[in-house]
């Protein structure tokens, strides 16, 4: 039988709590919501902010302010991702919220949901799809997108969904006046009768919460799923049985929580061509990172070391290396050896080629090789052509070490294949 909660609002309204709210709020960072207050402004005056705010949640007079809508690019496609952003007042008691309710909840979630929970990540959902195709000989695979999820969450079947375990009816009203505080865009305040925003504190809990309703239904049928957020790969041992499960899931997440399957990118794949997923390509017996994502890299690769920008080599240097660690952080659990010693020597050759047309002409180039003690008469070549980025008088005046002398992350330095460290 399953437990349920009567009485949860005093942990959450509890002093501890809140500053230990404000505290985890903080290190998130944010964008400030309506009332452009940010996270550091909130704090000068943290004492007060956190007694008004367990006054206003003990006495019932709480109300969230709407959140601000910004719109920011997805990587890589043309169109854009709506956030909504809370007042960072707003943002602390959905952490605190969040604090009580993920512990009731999370521990009997589905054992194959990986998205927004604490010890999970993508990678390890990868490794579990692998493990899967391999340990269950599954050789069939839907992928399934979801459109516009968080937009499209049934404010009812929400506070169904939390219900089932928690019947404290202030959690139950404290959730419900986050999901209808509204949007305000450009000035103007937008009433909203679905979704939970993306952007929220609260927001990725409840929407696991909603789409465990589909987990467990799956796997009460024997249906061997991986789903990160709104990103689900179905398994089946043929195509006429992915299919069938297909149907099933398309009926449970269309007609029963209301939600939109994207078809356009729902696909059915034979594991042993391959399926993408998070990123990666995983095959039954390896892992290697998606085509289209390298290009997506390399293209912000190429943004940052631009040759006519006034930033120098160093400078440049300084921006590549979070973003290289982020990277490379990521997909190391790929089989990717080859590709990132390619990368790194194509980014080394782009960094050459910036310092090239800082030097503008040979002669900057004979005194950094006589600075390295080389001698002899060299070569007047031209610091324009890109050809010559790989000539062996630039190699010789900017090698491999000058650049780790330069602080440039070496992704070649980081192991790779470690999608076994992931599986469960």
Not at 120 to 125: E, F, H, I, N, P
Not at 387 to 396: D, E, F, H
Request: aromatic share 8%; proline share 4%.
């Amino acid at each position: 039988m399953m437990k349920k909660w009567y009485s949860l609002i005093d942990k959450v309204y509890r002093t501890e709590n809140l500053e230990e709210a404000y505290r985890q709020v903080r290190r998130n960072k944010g964008a400030p919501g309506i009332d452009g207050e940010t996270v550091e402004a909130y704090g000068e005056n943290l004492e007060k902010n956190l007694a008004h705010l367990h006054h206003d949640l003990k006495t019932d007079n709480y109300k969230p302010d709407p959140v601000l809508r910004v719109e920011i690019e997805k990587e890589g496609k043309k169109e854009k991702r709506p956030l909504g952003i809370p007042t960072v007042r707003d943002r602390v008691v959905q952490q605190a919220l969040l604090n009580i309710l993920q512990p009731i909840f999370d521990p009997d979630f589905h054992p194959s949901s990986y998205g927004y929970r604490p010890n999970c990540s993508c990678q390890k959902a990868v490794a579990k799809a692998e493990r899967f195709m391999n340990k269950y000989g599954l050789r069939h695979a839907v992928d399934m997108d979801l459109s516009k999820c968080f937009d499209l969450l049934d404010h009812e079947l929400i506070i169904k969904s939390v219900n089932r375990k928690v019947s404290d009816g202030r959690i139950l009203k404290l959730i419900r006046q986050f999901l209808e505080a509204g949007i305000m865009k450009d000035g103007n305040l937008e009433r909203v009768s679905l979704g939970s925003p993306q952007g929220g504190v609260i927001s990725p809990l409840l929407a696991n919460i909603y789409l465990d309703y589909f987990d467990q239904k799956m796997k009460s049928k024997g249906i061997r799923i991986v789903r990160t957020a709104d990103d689900i790969l179905i398994f089946a041992q043929t195509k006429r049985q992915a299919k069938r499960y297909l149907k099933l899931a398309m009926e449970i997440l269309e007609d029963e929580l209301k939600l939109v399957v994207n078809r356009e990118k729902t696909t059915l794949s034979k594991v042993d061509k391959g399926v993408s997923y998070l990123g990666f390509v995983i095959f039954p017996n390896n892992t290697v990172i998606e085509p289209k994502r390298i290009k997506r890299f390399k293209d912000k690769i190429r943004r940052l070391t631009r040759r006519n920008q006034p930033k120098n080599v160093e400078q440049i240097i300084k921006e590549l290396t979070p973003i290289l660690r982020g990277w490379i952080n990521y997909y190391c659990a790929a089989n990717c050896k080859k590709v990132i010693s390619d990368l790194m020597a194509w980014i080394r050759r782009r960094l050459r080629m910036k310092k090239m047309r800082e030097w503008k002409s040979w002669k900057p180039l004979h005194k950094e090789l006589h600075r390295r003690n080389y001698r002899g008469e060299f070569k007047k070549i031209s610091m324009y052509r890109w050809r010559n980025s790989v000539s062996p008088l630039i190699q010789m005046a900017l090698p491999n070490k000058w650049f780790e002398e330069m602080g440039l992350y070496n992704l070649e330095k980081c192991v790779v294949g470690t999608l076994f460290h992931h599986r469960e």
